[in-house]
């Protein structure tokens, strides 16, 4: 038994705060949206009650429109900043106002996959909560089939160089004087900027000021962009959500109408200037330049076909550890600085299932190899220095275990997402 699967499955049971983990003490004290996702897969391996349970203490800060928020605030912990208090959520539990990329469904229908028989009540019960939540992306965060954010948080992606045009013109009037309690626990030079701090606590102001009215944050904000992310998990997502409604007899025309209408406002996202996916911002209708690891999410949506291959093999050969969050051959490309240049290893967890089904089981192999090496170089870190796999952010953390158990040990059978139809 490597010792590598003992100290992820100790890390999970160490970040676990009954019912729902964080994504690493301290530095992120609260329970994160997609985190708890993968979270859900690594808890799989060994304990596939507590990965179920993960997933509904999730669902149960859902808003009554629908939206499942990026962090739910269990218990208030004055070691983070933002809190409760300066995000206002409307939802039934203390939360943020925005989202993240919705993965449930897909990593749903693999849980239940390993056990349909001992999983129907709950599969039953989540699929209107699904679609639900998936409706609300399409009527608030669509914009011709392209799915937008309104924060960068909201992507996952916080820091990443696509924002900074969209950045470059917002004035962050009225933002309070603050204390960032991120940089006590993690090196300032691989966290975001003041600068992005600034224009990130405006954008939360706006909602807060608003109680979170969509309608008027579409009107108002200046922050609206179409992001490979979202738009690709969502349309994945959605796919898996109709496998699964097939399966229990669940209506499918609206969810069949959201698949064909992501799938042609997917190519809104295609760059012909730089012969790839990034992000396009709505408010100027500019492509943002950057290829980053979300562009290569297209395969997991299944749309693209193979037009992101040769940006594939450029990148991952011009590195040692796969896949930079952000292209090295871009001007604003940082190898430590959070999401301009490291390495995630969920991501790449992501990009390998969507290559795998495109037909691409060598490359797909290799990521995973390389996802492990870099796991065995860095442990289990937040992410990691593409140039030599040296650990950067926070330490001991959830999704780093989650897929190292899930999909990277070359001891543990881990979760596979079904293919999607």
């Not at 809104?268 to 990034?278: F, H, K, R, T, V």
């Not at 290569?296 to 940006?311: K, N, S, T």
């Not at 060598?362 to 937040?382: H, K, P, Q, S, Y």
């Not at 950067?392 to 596979?416: D, Q, V, Y």
């Amino acid at each position: 038994m490597d010792d590598l699967d003992e100290q992820a499955r100790a890390i999970l049971k160490g970040n676990d705060r009954g019912g729902y983990t964080v994504p690493t003490g301290g530095l992120y004290p609260y329970q994160w949206n997609w985190d708890s996702v993968f979270a859900a897969a690594g808890f799989a391996e060994h304990d596939l009650s507590r990965a179920w349970e993960e997933i509904e203490t999730l669902f149960s800060g859902q808003w009554s429109t629908g939206m499942v928020p990026h962090i739910i605030f269990h218990k208030v912990d004055p070691s983070y900043f933002p809190g409760p208090d300066i995000w206002g959520g409307v939802g039934p539990l203390p939360s943020s106002g925005i989202s993240q990329p919705p993965i449930a469904a897909t990593f749903i229908r693999a849980l239940h996959a390993l056990d349909p028989e001992g999983s129907e009540a709950r599969v039953r019960a989540l699929i209107p909560r699904l679609r639900d939540w998936h409706r609300w992306f399409f009527d608030w965060r669509g914009e011709g089939g392209a799915i937008c954010v309104s924060h960068p948080w909201e992507t996952g992606r916080d820091n990443c160089p696509d924002w900074d045009g969209p950045f470059a013109n917002i004035q962050p009037e009225g933002v309070e004087q603050y204390y960032r309690r991120d940089t006590t626990h993690v090196k300032e030079d691989e966290r975001p900027r003041s600068y992005d701090y600034d224009r990130y606590l405006y954008l939360v102001k706006l909602g807060h000021d608003c109680g979170w009215d969509e309608a008027h944050l579409k009107e108002v904000s200046p922050f609206r962009v179409a992001d490979p992310t979202m738009t690709f998990t969502l349309l994945r997502a959605n796919r898996d959500l109709l496998a699964l409604s097939q399966a229990f007899g669940e209506p499918t025309d609206e969810i069949e109408g959201w698949i064909a209408a992501i799938e042609a406002g997917s190519e809104q996202l295609w760059n012909p200037e730089i012969g790839a996916y990034d992000c396009l911002d709505m408010r100027t209708g500019e492509h943002t330049g950057v290829i980053s690891s979300a562009s290569f999410l297209h395969w997991f949506a299944g749309v693209g076909e193979d037009r992101m291959l040769a940006h594939y093999d450029r990148i991952t050969s011009d590195v040692r550890f796969s896949m930079p969050s952000t292209d090295p051959a871009h001007p604003q490309y940082e190898p430590r600085r959070y999401w301009r240049g490291p390495v995630w290893g969920m991501m790449n967890w992501l990009i390998a299932t969507g290559l795998h089904e495109a037909g691409h089981e060598d490359r797909a192999e290799a990521l995973r190899l390389n996802t492990a090496e870099v796991i065995r170089t860095g442990g289990f870190a937040e992410y990691f220095d593409p140039r030599d796999g040296s650990p950067a952010g926070g330490r001991n953390f959830t999704w780093t275990a989650a897929t190292w158990l899930g999909w990277a040990s070359p001891n543990t059978k881990g979760i596979t997402c079904p293919v999607s139809s």
